[in-house]
């Protein structure tokens, strides 16, 4: 539930603890469940989304879709990773 929607925003806010990321780098999210009223799918993404930086532990991204909205959520399994993973 690491996600936050404001009502009217088509911006994602994200809280993963010491992410280690930066503005501009490219997140895929996976396992991710609907919130705010932005589906499942737009938020996971094959393509992932250009994210920006708030600070180490929060950063925000935006979807295109508004959220209808303000809600905190996401689900329990999700997970942030690269657009593409090695083996």
């Known amino acids: ?3 936050t929607t404001t009502s009217g925003s088509t911006t994602i806010s994200v809280n993963e603890p ?4 930066s503005t501009s780098d490219t997140v895929r999210f996976r396992n ?3 919130v ?4 499942a799918a737009t938020i996971n993404l094959a393509a992932g989304y ?9 950063y925000t991204f935006a979807t295109g879709t508004t959220s209808s909205i303000t809600q905190v959520g996401g ?3 999700a997970s942030a990773g690269p657009v593409t993973v090695s083996a």
């Open 36 to 39: 705010g009223g932005v589906a």
């Open 18 to 21: 010491n992410h280690g990321r």
């Open 1 to 3: 539930n690491s996600f």
């Open 50 to 58: 250009t994210i920006t930086k708030v600070d180490d532990n929060n």
């Open 32 to 34: 991710v469940e609907v």
């Open 75 to 77: 689900g329990g399994s």
